[in-house]
């Protein structure tokens, strides 16, 4: 059984920094592209980032761009997301998500993932 769990959101002040954390279980996560979305009240689910499996190719969303740095760790089967220079606008849901056989390039439509997280909530007070 696969679970993909977040950790690490929370309420901050603007320009401050946060990092997420997801842990999967019940797949070999070093085959899996990992990426992060995020849902805010009312809006559509949107691509934040995404990681190859090798850790060796990005992909980020232009709003995140320089202030948000996806990582992997395959030992510890976790994928993070660093994100620094916080806006209100960030405010969100945010979601893990994994799938294999996907390339960074082709990561931003949620339709393509197999394996979601049940989100952490960022909020981020001006």
């Known amino acids: 059984q696969v679970q993909l769990v977040e950790s690490g959101g929370g309420l901050v002040q603007a320009g401050n920094s946060l990092r997420l954390s997801c842990a999967a279980s019940?797949?070999?996560?070093?085959?899996?592209?990992m990426a992060w979305f995020r849902q805010a009240p009312g809006k559509e689910r949107e691509f934040v980032a995404a990681?190859?499996?090798?850790?060796?190719?990005?992909n980020y969303a232009d709003s995140v761009k320089g202030r948000f740095t996806i990582s992997r760790d395959n030992a510890k089967n976790t994928v993070y997301l660093q994100m620094s220079s916080l806006k209100p606008e960030d405010t969100a849901v945010y979601y893990c998500?994994?799938?294999?056989?996907?390339?960074?390039?082709?990561?931003?439509?949620?339709?393509?993932?197999?394996?979601w997280g049940q989100g952490t909530q960022v909020t981020v007070s001006s």
């Open positions: 019940g797949l070999t996560f070093s085959s899996y592209l």
């Open positions: 998500a994994a799938r294999q056989f996907l390339t960074p390039a082709n990561s931003r439509d949620p339709i393509r993932y197999r394996y």
């Open positions: 990681m190859s499996w090798s850790g060796g190719t990005t």
